[in-house]
Each structure stands twice: as C-alpha cells, then as structure tokens.
C-alpha cells in the first residue's frame, strides 16, 4: 500500500505561482512513477503532468505545457507541481497519484484509470 498526502494548495491571483508537493509512504517510492490530476467543479478529473519513476521522463498536459514543472525526490519521498504563471482556468482540485511499476524506470503514464493509488487532494483557486 502507498499512502499520498498532498499540501500546498491555496488561493491565489491571476500570473501568480503555487508549488504543490506530495509526500508519499507505505512503501519503496522509487517503485511508483507518479502524476498529477486536477478536477474542476463540474468537470472530470484530467491529467496534468506525470513523471517516470526515476524521473528521467516527463509529460505535460497541452494546458498546462510551459507553466507547469513536475519533479521528484526519491530520497525524500516526495513529489512536486511547480505551477507557474496561474489562471483562473488552472482553479480545481489536484491530486497526486502512484501508479506501481518494478519493470520500466523511464515509463509514464497519462490516464487515471493507469494508477493504482491516489492522494485526498488539494484545492487550489486562482483569483482573476
């Protein structure tokens, strides 16, 4: 089992930026390639970045292509969304996911159903 608590979440205005971070327990994180997913009011969950499990590979959404920095700490158990430039379209809740793979260290992956754990979320609300 994996345990994922995000933080970081909060309110802020329009161009501003938010670091999101994740800290995962329970097991060998270096086992987990990770991501990240938001959910608006209203919407379905959608992918926002995804990282492999020895970050050396990376994906972005197109929305949030240019803004957006996942990493990951391995030693540390952690995972970050570096969030940059935010607009009030980027409001939603976030949540960090693990999704298990003792095989592909350079893998990722960029749908929900893909992954096996995932965090409570964190909102995070952009101001216009």
């Known amino acids: 089992q994996v345990q994922l608590v995000e933080s970081g979440g909060g309110l802020v205005q329009a161009g501003g930026s938010l670091r999101l971070s994740c800290a995962a327990s329970?097991?060998?994180?270096?086992?987990?390639?990770m991501g990240w997913f938001r959910q608006a009011s209203g919407k379905e969950r959608e992918f926002v970045a995804a990282i492999s499990r020895n970050g050396g590979n990376t994906a972005y959404a197109d929305s949030v292509k240019g803004r957006f920095t996942i990493s990951r700490d391995n030693a540390k158990n952690m995972v970050y969304l570096q969030m940059n430039n935010l607009d009030p379209e980027d409001t939603a809740v976030y949540y960090c996911?693990?999704?298990?793979?003792?095989?592909?260290?350079?893998?990722?992956?960029?749908?929900?159903?893909?992954?096996?754990?995932w965090g409570q979320g964190t909102q995070v609300t952009v101001s216009s």
């Open positions: 329970g097991r060998t994180f270096s086992s987990d390639a």
């Open positions: 996911a693990a999704h298990t793979d003792f095989i592909f260290p350079g893998k990722i992956w960029v749908t929900s159903a893909e992954y096996h754990y």
